[in-house]
């Protein structure tokens, strides 16, 4: 009978994931230490077992699925009521991360291009991994969680002003049909989230049907998500950010609960896969060979952005436990800094040493992310411990 290559490869990575998720959890640790360990074994790395743009692939399912989750979970009222924290918090901390690194810039002489990249990509957090955290220690819902949450969604708004800027920069004119698809895009994403909060409840369509019919509820959930993912996409906006609107839309309708029974299984699997997908891009002989440099930029990437983030939520009226909190939770480098820097690679405003070092930082920031904020997880305001004590 004939046997599919790909098997084994899955029966040696299902393997993989086990021996090293428990190891990780014997210490204590997320699973998305375990997951990033096992993107370096299984990666070129390690026994290149996958290709890594296909794994890439489906990592990016991971991180649209997990921001639906999260639309059904967040507050909205609550949401919508410190959008003034979350837009100026951002803005702030984006303002700030440049300005650290052009601090740094002028004293090795960078140009402006490669400042404005580099401060850009530090100050995007990563949604996945906070998400994830938060998720595990039940503080979807403190008031310390919402403000990340709140924080981590404009950032995700970002993405696309900062991708023109650094265009402009690289000598690349955005086109107006472009442009007037994201203004669009913004337009629809605001007037959706207003009419959900002015209603509070909406009715889907065929919602009886779907309540009736276990099979079709997951083809229902499925549909919504990657649907509003995809019109975002086209507007040229964060698919992240469509697929967090898909949830608000479900958990306005009611339906929240049977699409967590039937597709927690697959965030999962794809959350997984995303960060085995990151841990893949990871070149060993190149951190070994720059270990030094690539440990400094991380402290320095820990300290910097919980210093930014703390004294912007402070300066905009919340505790200082509750900022240093917050400023822990997004102080390490997201996943769609990885974008910004392939795109500065491809627009040449880094070469492929900083591009390595920028990859570097990033995966290094993840994998010690949780053990940082763990931390400084103590500092935390008595809100976030009554919701994981109860």
Same mark, same amino acid.
């Given at each position: 009978?004939?046997?599919?290559?790909?098997?084994?490869?899955?029966?040696?990575?299902?393997?993989?994931?086990?021996?090293?998720?428990?190891?990780?959890?014997?210490?204590?640790?997320?699973?998305?230490?375990?997951?990033?360990?096992?993107?370096?074994?299984?990666?070129?790395?390690?026994?290149?077992?996958?290709? &890594?743009?296909?794994?890439?692939?489906?990592?990016?399912?991971?991180?649209?699925?997990?921001?639906?989750?999260?639309?059904?979970?967040?507050?909205?009222?609550?949401?919508?009521?410190?959008?003034?924290?979350?837009?100026?918090?951002?803005?702030?901390?984006?303002?700030?991360?440049?300005?650290?690194?052009?601090?740094?810039?002028?004293?090795?002489?960078?140009?402006?291009?490669?400042?404005?990249?580099?401060?850009?990509? =530090?100050?995007?957090?990563?949604?996945?991994?906070?998400?994830?955290?938060?998720?595990?220690?039940?503080?979807?819902?403190?008031?310390?969680?919402?403000?990340?949450?709140? =924080?981590?969604?404009?950032?995700?708004?970002?993405?696309? *002003?900062?991708?023109?800027?650094?265009?402009?920069?690289?000598?690349?004119?955005?086109?107006?049909?472009?442009?007037?698809?994201?203004?669009?895009?913004?337009?629809?994403?605001?007037?959706?989230?207003?009419?959900?909060?002015?209603?509070?409840?909406?009715?889907?369509?065929?919602?009886?049907?779907?309540?009736?019919?276990?099979?079709?509820?997951?083809? !229902?959930?499925?549909?919504?998500?990657?649907?509003?993912?995809?019109?975002?996409?086209?507007?040229?906006?964060?698919?992240?950010? !469509?697929?967090?609107?898909?949830?608000?839309?479900?958990?306005?309708?009611?339906?929240?609960?049977?699409?967590?029974?039937?597709?927690?299984?697959?965030?999962?699997?794809?959350?997984?896969?995303?960060?085995?997908?990151?841990?893949?891009?990871?070149?060993?002989?190149?951190?070994?060979?720059?270990?030094?440099?690539?440990?400094?930029?991380?402290?320095?990437?820990?300290?910097?952005?919980?210093?930014?983030?703390?004294?912007?939520?402070?300066?905009?009226?919340?505790?200082?436990?509750?900022? =240093?909190? =917050?400023?822990?939770?997004?102080?390490?480098?997201?996943?769609?800094?990885?974008?910004?820097?392939?795109?500065?690679?491809?627009?040449?405003?880094?070469?492929?040493? &900083?591009?390595?070092?920028?990859?570097?930082?990033?995966?290094?920031?993840?994998?010690?992310? *949780?053990?940082?904020?763990?931390?400084?997880?103590?500092?935390? &305001?008595?809100?976030?411990?009554?919701?994981?004590?109860?």
């Amino acid at each position: 009978m004939h046997m599919h290559p790909l098997l084994p490869a899955l029966v040696a990575s299902i393997f993989v994931v086990l021996l090293v998720g428990a190891v990780v959890r014997h210490f204590g640790q997320p699973h998305v230490i375990a997951y990033l360990i096992v993107g370096v074994i299984l990666g070129p790395a390690g026994l290149n077992l996958f290709e &890594g743009d296909a794994v890439a692939l489906v990592g990016e399912f991971g991180v649209i699925l997990l921001l639906f989750f999260v639309g059904m979970e967040v507050d909205l009222t609550r949401l919508v009521t410190g959008w003034r924290v979350s837009v100026i918090g951002t803005i702030l901390q984006v303002v700030f991360s440049v300005a650290a690194v052009a601090a740094m810039g002028w004293w090795f002489e960078w140009s402006w291009a490669r400042i404005v990249l580099l401060g850009f990509a =530090i100050s995007l957090s990563s949604t996945a991994l906070v998400v994830t955290m938060l998720r595990q220690w039940k503080e979807m819902g403190t008031e310390a969680g919402q403000e990340a949450i709140g =924080i981590l969604l404009v950032q995700d708004v970002l993405l696309a *002003p900062m991708l023109i800027v650094l265009g402009l920069l690289g000598g690349s004119t955005p086109s107006a049909s472009l442009l007037a698809l994201q203004v669009v895009g913004s337009l629809g994403v605001v007037l959706l989230v207003a009419t959900l909060v002015r209603k509070k409840t909406i009715r889907l369509p065929f919602g009886e049907l779907l309540r009736s019919d276990h099979e079709l509820q997951l083809f !229902g959930a499925l549909l919504l998500c990657f649907l509003f993912a995809w019109l975002t996409g086209v507007c040229g906006l964060s698919t992240a950010l !469509g697929a967090f609107v898909a949830g608000l839309v479900v958990a306005s309708a009611k339906e929240t609960e049977w699409i967590h029974r039937n597709l927690e299984p697959y965030r999962v699997l794809f959350v997984a896969t995303f960060f085995a997908s990151v841990g893949m891009l990871v070149d060993i002989s190149f951190l070994l060979d720059n270990w030094l440099p690539v440990t400094a930029l991380v402290l320095l990437a820990f300290f910097t952005n919980t210093l930014i983030n703390a004294s912007t939520m402070k300066a905009l009226g919340r505790s200082w436990r509750t900022s =240093i909190y =917050i400023g822990a939770l997004l102080s390490q480098v997201g996943e769609f800094s990885f974008v910004l820097a392939a795109v500065g690679k491809e627009l040449g405003i880094m070469t492929e040493f &900083g591009y390595q070092m920028v990859l570097g930082v990033i995966v290094g920031t993840l994998v010690l992310g *949780p053990a940082w904020i763990g931390v400084l997880r103590p500092l935390r &305001g008595p809100s976030a411990r009554v919701a994981v004590e109860s």
